[in-house]
């Protein structure tokens, strides 16, 4: 079936670094992208989304980037710290077809050096 | 402020018994989902339901039920629970329509003995 999938399970920046996480998704009919922080013990935070019409979208030291010709998308963190040190997830939905079901990564765990 | 609560936190059951996980949301979403989250998966959904009276089977619902009979609530149930359902589950919520972002709550961690 198909899946999304991320190319680093672990990453490991020094905190001030910019951090980018990536993830391949295969569903070239999805259309909507969310990324999504774990920390420990609790549940999936809502970071950033971005609708497949858009190409790169900017919050709070956040962008996520989407290319949908090689069906790539990530995430890059500026200024790093070390509260961003959590498991990081991308998600896939195709919004009219599969009535808001997301198929998430497996994750990344970044890891942030004082 | 509208917020979305999982109880309990924390719970130990034996094999065989009947398990009953609540979940609690405000937002007046349509939208909920229950995942499970184990090393090596992530999370995976078990069931999930569009509004009132609506329910529907996630990739792993063996062994899980669910019932929605108001918009707030979207209790879990396992049946007999087993030991491979230990395991820690995360119940979510959505608008629904265009609105696809999913809200989660703070996970129960079960343990089956």
């Known amino acids: 079936g198909e899946s999304v999938g991320l190319h680093l399970p672990t990453l490991s920046v020094q905190e001030g670094d910019n951090s980018i996480i990536n993830c391949a998704y295969s569903?070239?009919?999805?259309?909507?992208f969310i990324w999504y922080k774990q920390e420990s013990g609790k549940g999936p935070q809502f970071i950033i989304d971005i609708r497949s019409n858009m190409d790169k979208r900017q919050g709070q030291r956040v962008t996520v980037l989407l290319n949908k010709t090689v069906k790539h998308l990530s995430l890059q963190i500026a200024a790093t710290q070390p509260g961003d040190s959590a498991v990081y997830f991308c998600a896939e939905n195709q919004a009219f077809n599969q009535g808001g079901k997301l198929i998430f990564g497996q994750g990344t765990e970044l890891s942030v050096k004082p | 402020d509208a917020e979305i609560t999982q109880s309990p936190r924390h719970k130990i059951t034996e094999t065989g018994r009947q398990v009953t996980l609540a979940c609690h949301q405000t937002w007046n979403h349509n939208n909920m989902f229950w995942y499970r989250q184990d090393l090596g998966h992530g999370l995976r959904l078990i069931h999930y339901?569009?509004?009132?009276?609506?329910?529907n089977k996630g990739e792993v619902s063996d062994g899980y039920s669910v019932s929605r009979s108001n918009t707030e609530d979207l209790p879990l149930t396992l049946e007999s629970a087993a030991s491979s359902q230990t395991s820690v589950y995360f119940c979510?919520?959505?608008?629904?329509?265009?609105?696809?972002?999913?809200?989660f709550g703070p996970g129960t961690r079960l343990l089956v003995l």
């Open positions: 339901s569009y509004g009132v009276q609506d329910t």
């Open positions: 569903n070239s009919a999805s259309d909507y």
């Open positions: 979510a919520s959505s608008p629904g329509g265009f609105e696809e972002t999913q809200y």
